[in-house]
C-alpha cells in the first residue's frame, strides 16, 4: 500500500511539473484561438449584460421545446394505441429508455445523500 501511494505521489509530482511548465502556453494558444468568444471589457456592467441575455434566449426557446415535447407525447400515445403493430427492437429501445431512467434517478439519490450508497450521514 505504501508503495502505491509513494507512486501515485510521484506522479501527481510528474503532471504538477508538466502543467507549471507547458500549462502559460497552452493557455495562451487557448485564448488565441478563442478570442472572437471574449467580451471586451470584462466589466460587472458586461457580465450583467450576457447574463440576461442568456437567461431571456433561453426563455425565449421554452415555447418551442414545449411544442416538441407535446409532439414525443403525441407519438408516444399513438405507439401505445398500436402496440400490437411494436416490433422488438421497438420494445427493446423502449425497455432501454426505461433503464436509463431508473439509473439517473438511482445516480440522483446517491448524490442526494453526499455519495453514500447505504444512506444519509448521521
Not at 21 to 29: E, I, L, R, S
Not at 72 to 98: N, P, T
Request: aromatic residues 14%; positive net charge.
Amino acid at each position: 500500500m505504501a508503495a502505491r501511494l509513494q507512486q501515485l505521489q510521484s506522479k501527481a509530482c510528474q503532471a504538477t511539473q508538466y502543467v507549471s511548465k507547458h500549462g502559460t502556453t497552452y493557455y495562451k494558444q487557448l485564448m488565441e484561438q478563442n478570442k472572437q468568444y471574449v467580451k471586451e471589457p470584462a466589466t460587472v456592467e458586461t457580465c450583467s449584460e450576457l447574463s440576461k441575455q442568456l437567461f431571456y434566449t433561453r426563455l425565449a426557446s421554452i415555447p418551442g421545446r414545449t411544442e416538441t415535447f407535446w409532439k414525443e407525447i403525441d407519438y408516444v400515445k399513438s405507439m401505445w394505441r398500436h402496440r400490437q403493430e411494436m416490433k422488438v427492437e421497438d420494445l427493446g429501445i423502449a425497455a432501454l429508455f426505461g433503464l436509463e431512467c431508473f439509473a439517473w434517478f438511482c445516480a440522483g439519490e446517491i448524490i442526494g445523500r453526499g455519495f453514500t450508497i447505504t444512506g444519509y450521514y448521521p
